[in-house]
């Protein structure tokens, strides 16, 4: 076997380790990074294709797959199962060459220590091109097939948005855009423009967000002027919409902070002698958090802790400006994060809307009375939306949720929901909330 060869097999063996690690229960930003390591520079962004596109597609690939085999893969095959979804993706979804992709997806099971699975897969694989008029007449009415989603959720999506769920759905299926926004302390978005023409790159200002700028297609942050100096992060539109809510303040609290995008926005936007404060309750996290302000040149007080117990935390000096982006479900970013499709489920939904409660009502007592909370998530479900910002405003008569007439998306009953794909963005919902 050659050498262009044995890199062709391993990078397809490498991706189904990394799709049988997430259906196992890993993150793809933890299972990729190893994997990515062990194939040659040249194959790393291929194996980010066949990972990434797997698992975007991975129920409609399943369903397929399912209906292929005569008989279940056993639990122990995981990663054989995952090799047959990658190569279903390639003849789907990619310009490979069918015949290189069965060629490649039968040496695999080699690399994977399954030879005796090369005569299945070569079996299958090519009945999947045969048969494919037949296949897809016989899963049109399978909910996972026709959404590519779980199906618990496509049906969530439908009942909270019965008109616009299919639209959701396929831009959760599409690739996301690569979209920056400038450091305003530092430079302007015209200026940056200008940088960018000059490195060859091609870009757009954002249409809602003063600081946002999309490229033309996704770029290695290193390519990016002057990123290491600070001029400019990677932010999406919708999560760029939150700072300006919030500012100016001067005494400010970020909860939940990590990565440290919008932390980073909020100092970008506060007056000078401002005082943030940034909690996370991961270490590993909060240092993510130090190096995106190293890297901007801004300082918080960063602190590993529970923002939902302030008491072992707060000094008890009210703040006059709160961003709560509580963890969720992340419904509102699958195109970005497309093993949450994997990783998420039905239960989990009431179990965040619960702690999402909790941060709410505790981070309430440390506002300010005149101030103002920002209640934000990337979930698109009204469970961990509306229904979580009600809980307070039934048990609180000082908290008032204001108009967002500013935030593009539909309004709801508290705040506003930008759905996934409005102006090619990510899915985000706000409601700001001012204590009377």
């Known amino acids: 076997m ?66 292929l085999l005569a008989r279940p893969l056993k639990s122990r095959d995981g990663d054989l199962r ?13 310009r490979i060459p069918p015949h290189a992709v069965v060629h490649e997806t039968v040496a695999a099971c080699r690399a994977l220590a399954k030879p005796w699975a090369t005569g299945l897969v070569n079996a299958l694989l090519r009945n999947a091109q045969r048969r ?32 616009e769920a299919e639209a959701v759905m396929v831009a959760n299926n599409a690739r996301a855009p690569m979209t920056l926004r400038i450091n305003q302390r530092r430079t302007d978005r015209a200026a940056y423009l200008e940088l960018l023409a000059a490195a060859g790159i091609e870009a757009r200002p954002a249409t809602h967000s003063a600081a946002g700028i999309l490229l033309g297609s996704p770029r290695a942050v290193a390519e990016l002027p002057g990123f290491a100096a600070g001029l400019v992060s990677v932010q999406d539109e919708a999560a760029q919409l939150c700072a300006p809510l919030l500012a100016p303040g001067q005494r400010l609290l970020d909860a939940c902070c990590a990565p440290g995008g919008k932390t980073g926005h909020l100092l970008e936007l506060a007056p000078d002698g401002a005082e943030l404060v940034a909690i996370d309750n991961s270490r590993q996290r909060l240092a993510l958090v130090a190096d995106n302000l190293d890297r901007l040149g801004l300082q918080a007080r960063l602190l590993d802790a529970d923002a939902g117990a302030p008491e072992t935390w707060w000094d008890g000096t009210p703040f006059d400006r709160i961003l709560l982006d509580a963890p969720c479900s992340a419904t509102g970013v699958l195109r970005r994060h497309p093993d949450i499709k ?48 009600a809980t307070l405003t039934a048990a609180r008569a000082d908290a008032r949720p204001l108009p967002l007439p500013g935030i593009p998306g539909a309004a709801t009953a508290a705040g506003r929901q930008w759905l996934p794909g409005t102006d090619d963005n990510d899915g985000f919902y706000y409601a700001l909330l001012e204590k009377r």
């Open 2 to 67: 050659t050498t262009e060869a044995t890199e062709a097999t391993e990078v397809r063996a490498a991706a189904a380790r990394v799709v049988a690690a997430v259906a196992g229960g890993e993150s793809l930003d933890a299972a990729l990074p190893r994997e990515a390591a062990r194939v040659v520079a040249r194959d790393r962004a291929l194996l980010a294709e066949l990972c990434y596109g797997t698992l975007r597609w991975y129920p409609r690939l399943t369903a397929i797959l399912d209906r």
């Open 82 to 94: 995952a090799l047959l979804a990658t190569a279903l993706y390639q003849l789907e979804h990619t």
């Open 132 to 163: 494919r008029p037949q296949l897809d007449a016989a899963l049109a009415e399978d909910l996972a097939y026709r959404s590519a989603h779980p199906p618990w959720l496509a049906r969530l999506l439908a009942a909270d948005w019965p008109r």
């Open 342 to 389: 994997l990783l998420r489920r039905a239960g989990d939904i009431a179990k965040l809307a619960a702690a999402q409660r909790r941060l709410l009502l505790a981070l309430w007592e440390l506002l300010a009375p005149g101030g103002l909370l920002l209640y934000a998530t990337c979930s698109v479900l009204c469970a961990e939306n509306d229904a979580v910002v």
